[in-house]
């Protein structure tokens, strides 16, 4: 799928911003309504780390709330893995307002599952797994039979 460079196109719009796509009955929470979430197809180039990184901050101040920077830093690396290392058409970025958190998914077509690298300093790469896992509350990948994986990640709010 051919994008313009930096666009993202939320699913089933034609606008950019955040979109509500479920909104479950008001349980109340300290911040925000639990329930909300908002979804983007980004298109398979590098700006959509940075069209991604918007996105997550611009839903989560929809909500109300303040947007540390661990959920935008996470973001970025895992929608960049999509881009430099999924064989995918594009990648899908959902965040949900689960609780107390921001729950972020990254959604390829790639069945190949993201390698957690062992520690070293002298590599190059291998830190975005490593730093999705230690920055976030709760993490972990989910297999789409026929249909990529789904990784995901949940931070406090
Ligand atoms: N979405 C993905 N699809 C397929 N393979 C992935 C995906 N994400 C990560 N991987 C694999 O897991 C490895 C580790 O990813 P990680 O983000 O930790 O390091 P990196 O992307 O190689 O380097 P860095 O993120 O530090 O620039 C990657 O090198 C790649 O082989
Ligand atoms: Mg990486």
Same mark, same amino acid.
């Given at each position: 799928m051919t994008r313009p460079a930096g666009s993202g196109t939320p699913l089933g719009g034609a606008a950019s911003r955040p979109r509500k796509l479920a909104s479950a !009955? $008001?349980? $109340?929470? *300290?911040n925000g309504k639990s329930g909300e979430s908002s979804c983007i197809v980004l298109a398979v180039e590098e700006a959509s780390a940075a069209t991604a990184r918007s996105f997550v901050a611009a839903t989560i101040r929809s909500w109300g709330l303040h947007v540390d920077e661990d959920v935008t830093l996470l973001t970025s690396e895992a929608v960049t893995n999509s881009v430099e290392h999924a064989d995918t058409a594009n990648v899908v970025l959902t965040v949900r307002h689960v609780g107390g958190r921001a729950r972020v998914e990254v959604q390829d077509d790639d069945p190949a599952l993201p390698v957690r690298m !062992? !520690?070293? !300093?002298? *590599? $190059? +790469? +291998?830190m975005g797994v490593a730093l999705i896992q230690s920055l976030s509350k709760a993490w972990g990948v989910e297999e789409i039979l026929g249909d990529g994986k789904r990784l995901w990640f949940e931070v406090e709010l």
């Open positions: !009955p $008001a349980a $109340a929470h *300290r !062992p !520690p070293d !300093p002298w *590599r $190059a +790469g +291998g």
